[in-house]
Nanobody
Framework: QVQLVESGGGLVQAGGSLRLSCAAS????????MSWFRQAPGKEREFVAA????????FYADSVKGRLTISRDNAKNTVYLQMNSLKPEDTAEYYC??????????????WGQGTQVTVSS
C-alpha cells in the first residue's frame, strides 16, 4: 500500500501563493499517477490537477489552469502543487491521491488526509 501525507496548507490573502506538498511512502516504486482534488464544505469534491508517473504529462481543471502547477520529484517521493494568484473560491480542503491516470475519484487508490487552504478577500 501507499501512504500519503500532505502539508503546506494555510491562510493566505487573495493574490497570494502557497505550495502544497504530498510525501508518499510504501509501494512508491509502482508507476502511480498523482493528482490533487479539493472539496469545499457542502460541495462536491472536484479535480484540480494530475501528473503522470514520469512527470512528462500534466492536466489541469480549467478553473486553475495558469495559476496552479503540479510537479513531482520521484527521488523524494513527493508531489507538489504550486498555487499562485489565489482567489477566495480556491478555499477548500486539498487532497492528494495516487493511482492510474484520470480526473475522477474512482481512478485513484490511495488518498492523503487533506490539508486546508483558506484564501481571504
Amino acid at each position: 500500500q501507499v501512504q500519503l501525507v500532505e502539508s503546506g496548507g494555510g491562510l493566505v490573502q487573495a493574490g497570494g501563493s502557497l505550495r502544497l506538498s504530498c510525501a508518499a511512502s510504501g509501494r512508491t516504486f509502482s508507476p502511480y499517477a498523482m493528482s490533487w482534488f479539493r472539496q469545499a464544505p457542502g460541495k462536491e469534491r472536484e479535480f484540480v490537477a494530475a501528473i503522470s508517473w514520469s512527470g512528462s504529462r500534466t492536466f489541469y481543471a480549467d478553473s486553475v489552469k495558469g495559476r496552479l502547477t503540479i510537479s513531482r520529484d520521484n527521488a523524494k517521493n513527493t508531489v507538489y502543487l504550486q498555487m499562485n494568484s489565489l482567489k477566495p473560491e480556491d478555499t477548500a480542503e486539498y487532497y492528494c491521491a495516487a493511482g492510474r491516470w484520470g480526473t475522477t475519484q474512482a481512478e485513484y487508490d490511495y488518498w492523503g488526509q487533506g490539508t486546508q487552504v483558506t484564501v481571504s478577500s
